[in-house]
């Protein structure tokens, strides 16, 4: 079936590097995408990987795909309280990018 | 950057009214999708439309229905809404070639 898994929490502290898990199901995925949502806001696209890709680097963002796996990570290094938000990790489908959405990591930060 | 305009941020609806959510996007995308976003369940796609007077079904159309006259916009319409649909609306827009999708703000809709 359609699955993207995400843990629900991560906790870590101010200036420590936060990683964020995802597991997919479909290996047919075009792009792979990491999403925040800030408290009460919408949602802002900050990074994609196309499949084709093992890592992305951008500024304090690295992104590793593991598609033997059909893992996805997302690193945040130096982790401030500005990164505080929910996390979501979503696959594309299909030749109109429909996208499958993981549950969403809440990230704290502890100080 | 493309802009995808929500009409309400907060709304408070009685049971049984029509409701109709807003969004506007000025980017001249095909593509625009309705969500709802529930804690613990992420989001969950409702309708969305590859063009003009075209749609499709989600995941959970039941109790909704979408209208798209123009291409710019994009509505949801509770027919008769339910408490059971007290949730985030997020309306989101696609950007061509696989690009990932621009969101709205959300509208909070408590139905009581």
């Known amino acids: 079936g359609e699955d993207v898994e995400q843990s629900l929490f991560l906790s870590v502290r101010e200036g420590d590097s936060s990683v964020i898990n995802c597991t997919y199901t479909?290996?047919?995925?075009?792009?792979l995408y990491w999403y925040k949502q800030e408290p009460g806001a919408g949602l802002q696209l900050l990074t994609y990987?196309?499949?084709n890709m093992d890592m992305k680097q951008d500024q304090r963002l690295t992104v590793l795909l593991n598609k033997k796996d059909k893992h996805l990570s997302l690193r945040i290094a130096d982790t401030q309280t500005g990164d505080s938000a929910i996390y979501f990790c979503a696959e594309s489908k299909g030749s109109n990018y429909q996208l499958i959405w993981g549950a969403g990591t809440k990230l704290i930060i502890k100080p | 950057d493309v802009k995808v305009t929500q009409s309400s941020r907060y709304l408070v609806k009685r049971t049984g009214e029509k409701v109709f959510l807003e969004c506007v996007q000025d980017m001249d995308h095909e593509n625009m999708f309705w969500y709802r976003q529930d804690p613990g369940l992420g989001l969950r796609l409702i309708y969305f439309s590859y063009d003009v007077k075209m749609k499709e079904k989600g995941d959970i159309p039941e109790g909704y229905s979408v209208s798209r006259e123009k291409k710019e916009r994009f509505s949801l319409i509770l027919e008769s809404a339910s408490t059971n649909q007290t949730s985030m609306y997020l309306c989101?827009?696609?950007?061509?070639?696989?690009?990932?999708?621009?969101f709205g703000s959300g509208t909070r809709l408590t139905v009581v």
């Open positions: 479909d290996s047919s995925s075009t792009y």
């Open positions: 989101a827009s696609l950007t061509p070639g696989g690009y990932g999708y621009t």
């Open positions: 990987i196309f499949s």
